[in-house]
């Protein structure tokens, strides 16, 4: 089912002018030219669906997605990360050189995709980042595992969460007020792919995205993967830093209506982001010669586990091809697949994408799970292509 709306969204989305929506004059992003600003303070801004087509995501096409402002300075000398926390054994603060000497360096590629991707979606609508499909990107991370620091402070046994603070703003200009403060459960914080890293794609990580130290722990919502790191809280509970609780990254327990208020008591931390994939090539709105097979490509991720088979559709679901899917880099890491569709007669089509994941479990055609905040919004991307 295409509603009005999402018709015409889709179609504003194809003509390719992302940046010239009714209305709203086009802001450019310095560094990240073409990406769809959403918001100037804080900033957040959108990859459109066909320049995320790089197998690794580069940082002029990486989405930003800030609640605070950036930190004063982002200089690494003088940084300091300090771990500490009810469950830690040795509280230790390190310098950044201490980080790169003291420890081995690990690269992977990892998944960050916004718990929000696709917020857009919903209805009712929800309030937050209007966010399309565009807050997701896989790119190298590098620096010290996780857990070689963890062991290096050592926990107590009775250690349940790992929580990061950042050095960014409150919005409020109150410099004691903390922005956001997430973090993750012991066990995904002693994944081997789970880092602490100074460098994106073999350079020291841009401002934008958390430089000098960031935490990065692929496959779940990207909230978890604290940016501007300076301190890591072992805790003895599930940790209660701001953004932890109330609706925020937190969906009802208990599936509920579209439009139902929910109690606070009532939300669930989001954990694992579900299976979703991405077609980035072409863009949507293409017009493509009749004659011609459409070739197609994208990439498909599935939280912490992997993907397994890949389809598309060019009659809105009816009938699905599969088509060829690679394996993924690393754990954690997104999946190209690659495939083509040939068409009998001119007009206007949609290619539907559609992930399966090593569990059995597939994206949803439509809008899954309406919650109050938008978020693991996992429908099947659609691209219009118009064949002549
Ligand atoms: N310190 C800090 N870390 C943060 C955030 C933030 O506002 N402050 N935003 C989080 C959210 S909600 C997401 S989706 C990712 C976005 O990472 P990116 O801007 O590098 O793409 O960073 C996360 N880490
Ligand atoms: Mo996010």
């Not at 857990?147 to 929580?163: I, K, P, Q, R, W």
């Not at 394996?327 to 040939?342: D, I, K, S, T």
């Amino acid at each position: 089912m295409v509603t009005r709306r999402s018709f015409a969204a889709l179609t504003v989305l194809g003509a390719g002018s992302l940046l010239a929506a009714p209305g709203r004059p086009p802001r450019l992003l310095p560094g990240k030219p073409h990406l769809r600003v959403l918001g100037v303070s804080p900033l957040n801004a959108e990859t459109p669906a066909h320049l995320l087509d790089e197998p690794i995501t580069s940082a002029r096409r990486m989405f930003v997605r800030n609640n605070g402002l950036l930190p004063a300075s982002t200089e690494p000398t003088g940084w300091r990360l300090t771990i500490d926390g009810e469950a830690c054994l040795l509280p230790r603060r390190f310098s950044l050189a201490e980080l790169r000497t003291q420890f081995d360096a690990h690269t992977y590629a990892l998944t960050i995709e916004c718990g929000g991707n696709g917020r857009a979606e919903f209805h009712p609508p929800v309030p937050g980042n209007q966010w399309t499909t565009g807050a997701v990107s896989c790119a190298h991370w590098t620096g010290v595992r996780l857990s070689d620091l963890l062991n290096a402070v050592g926990m107590t046994s009775d250690a349940v969460y790992v929580a990061y603070y950042g050095r960014d703003r409150h919005l409020s200009g109150d410099p004691n007020k903390v922005v956001i403060s997430r973090g993750v459960p012991v066990a995904k914080a002693l994944q081997p792919e789970t880092l602490v890293a100074w460098a994106m794609n073999d350079a020291p990580i841009p401002a934008l995205h958390g430089g000098p130290l960031r935490l990065v722990a692929g496959g779940w919502p990207g909230s978890v993967s604290g940016k501007w790191l300076h301190r890591l809280a072992i805790r003895d509970r599930v940790h209660d830093g701001p953004k932890m609780g109330g609706h925020s990254y937190r969906v009802p327990c208990e599936p509920v209506a579209p439009g139902a208020n929910v109690a606070a008591e009532d939300m669930c931390i989001i954990e694992a982001m579900p299976v979703k994939s991405l077609i980035t090539h072409p863009a949507s709105g293409v017009r493509h010669p009749l004659a011609e097979p459409l070739a197609l490509r994208g990439h498909a991720w599935a939280g912490e586990r992997a993907v397994a088979r890949m389809f598309l559709s060019a009659d809105y679901g009816q009938t699905w091809q599969r088509v060829a899917l690679e394996e993924p880099v690393n754990r954690l890491a997104w999946q190209r697949f690659r495939g083509e569709v040939r068409f009998t007669s001119a007009g206007y089509y949609e290619i539907w994408a559609r992930a399966e994941d090593d569990e059995g479990v597939a994206q949803p055609m439509l809008v899954p799970g309406w919650n109050p905040k938008g978020y693991l919004n996992n429908a099947c991307h659609r691209i219009a292509v118009q064949v002549v």
